[in-house]
């Protein structure tokens, strides 16, 4: 069992060094970022940080996904957007700030930590490693900015194709992820994130698999044609 998780955090690791924001940063830093990280599992449905909070340091998804849902504005709202293996989040305590959210385990989930005093210490002394966190922040300005985006889409089928594309790591996202081929996302989950209802999300994936655009079973999505669905999306 040792051997396996140790192989298991292995391969997380060289996911995180080679997706998301750290694989575009200077190898000097994404070294001393893998150097730094620390691996704990999580079983689906556990939370893994928690809004309001000041400490902890930066996490990531090795494998699995997880779900980032709001601690501001109307409390359980639900999902905002979810998190695939190469995702990273929590800067804001590191700008001496709170978290601004929950995220939960959507599946099992190998998740990276690197401390705050230990990047702060890092920072201090390589001040132009700033512009490297920078990356990480803009990110999730862009998925946050991204979900807003897309649930200001007045129609309804167009809003759950860009839902979809986004929570498969097909949109709102500067850098690759590992995309997973198939992805959790219930029918509640889409409903609580498109603000429709749970029959007209029904409709509207019933139409979707019936055009072979996307397969869904026992909770879970795969995108098989991201074309097709990006040209639904996008269509004014």
């Keep these: 069992m040792d051997r396996a998780m140790t192989l298991r955090h292995q391969s997380a690791l060289a996911t995180i060094a080679s997706h998301g924001w750290l694989a575009a940063c200077s190898a000097d ?10 691996w704990r599992d999580f079983s689906a ?17 090795g494998e699995g996904q997880i779900a980032f849902v709001a601690s501001i504005g109307s409390p359980g709202a639900g999902m905002g957007y979810n998190g695939l293996p190469g995702s990273w989040w929590g800067h804001a305590p590191l700008l001496g700030g709170q978290r601004v959210g929950s995220v939960v385990a959507s599946t099992d989930v190998v998740c990276g930590n690197v401390r705050q005093s230990a990047l702060r210490a890092r920072l201090a002394g390589h001040p132009g490693d700033w512009e490297a966190v920078s990356r990480g922040i803009a990110e999730l300005f862009v998925m946050s900015a991204g979900a807003h985006a897309d649930l200001l889409i007045a129609d309804s089928r167009r809003r759950v194709a ?20 198939t992805f959790v996302c219930s029918q509640d989950t889409l409903a609580s994130a498109t603000a429709l209802s749970r029959n007209t999300i029904g409709k ?9 655009l996307i397969e869904t079973i026992y909770g879970r999505v795969t995108i098989l044609n991201v074309d097709q669905l990006k040209v639904i999306a996008n269509n004014d």
């Design 29 to 38: 830093f994404r070294d001393w970022m893998i150097a730094n990280l620390s």
């Design 45 to 61: 449905g556990s939370g893994i940080s928690h809004g309001g909070d000041d400490e902890g340091g930066l996490f990531c998804v």
């Design 162 to 181: 860009a839902t979809l594309l986004r929570m498969g790591g097909k949109r709102h996202r500067l850098y690759r992820l590992a995309v997973p081929a």
């Design 204 to 212: 509207i994936l019933r139409d979707l698999v019936a055009e072979k």
